[in-house]
T-cell receptor, first 113, second 114 residues
Framework: GQNIDQPTEMTATEGAIVQINCTYQ??????LFWYQQHAGEAPTFLSY????GLEEKGRFSSFLSRSKGYSYLLLKELQMKDSASYLC??????????????FGGGTRLMVKP | DAGVTQSPTHLIKTRGQQVTLRCSPK?????VSWYQQALGQGPQFIFQ???????QRGNFPDRFSGHQFPNYSSELNVNALLLGDSALYLC?????????????FGEGSRLTVL
């Protein structure tokens, strides 16, 4: 089985930087994903890490440490539109070539002026 | 290029009834997964279909069943509805190969059970 933990809520100021942490325990790790979900909308893909290190994509970066079971999502130059829930998800390889993701509960980020 | 489309967007049922939700995957995708998302929670995996067969299943009772058609579209059926089945049901599609793992989600079907 898998266990994924992330903070429930965070608040940050427009223009600032925020880091959302995610820790996980899994039996067959095969990749970690971050999704953004605005209220009432579908989750949208932000990033994917399968090897240790930092992946940068514009204002968003994601880091992974497999040995520590740890990832973070870094959002720079925060904008009001970044107010959303951020979902950490782990893909577990079960030998069946599936894409089953196990999601954390999500971190609701509120960006204030 | 149409993304993942789901129908209906909203529906209300009463306890004991049955519901069918529908999903058309993104063009070029042949794998469809269904997730249940309760309010304020992350999505929970229900099952995944590939080549018209259920390939993986999460921890959901047999009341939850599904089907995939030759055109890769899919249905989720829930029988004997319970109040606790009220949730947003998300369909996600992905290509079978290459297996990048990225899922493309539809807007979801919000089910309310009274």
């Amino acid at each position: 089985g898998q266990n994924i933990d992330q903070p429930t809520e965070m608040t940050a100021t427009e223009g600032a930087i925020v880091q959302i942490n995610c820790t996980y325990q899994t039996s067959g790790f095969n990749g970690l994903f971050w999704y953004q979900q605005h209220a009432g909308e579908a989750p949208t893909f932000l990033s994917y890490n399968v090897l240790d290190g930092l992946e940068e994509k514009g204002r968003f970066s994601s880091f992974l440490s497999r040995s520590k079971g740890y990832s973070y999502l870094l959002l720079k130059e925060l904008q009001m539109k970044d107010s959303a829930s951020y979902l950490c998800a782990v893909r577990d390889w079960n030998g069946n070539a599936g894409n089953m993701l196990t999601f954390g509960g999500g971190t609701r980020l509120m960006v204030k002026p | 290029d149409a993304g993942v489309t789901q129908s209906p967007t909203h529906l209300i049922k009463t306890r004991g009834q049955q519901v069918t939700l529908r999903c058309s995957p993104k063009s070029g995708h042949d794998t469809v997964s269904w997730y249940q998302q309760a309010l304020g929670q992350g999505p929970q995996f229900i099952f995944q279909y590939y080549e018209e067969e259920e390939r993986q299943r999460g921890n959901f009772p047999d009341r939850f069943s599904g089907h995939q058609f030759p055109n890769y579209s899919s249905e989720l059926n829930v029988n004997a509805l319970l109040l606790g089945d009220s949730a947003l049901y998300l369909c996600a599609s992905s290509p079978g190969e290459p297996n990048t793992g990225e899922l493309f989600f539809g807007e979801g079907s919000r089910l309310t059970v009274l």
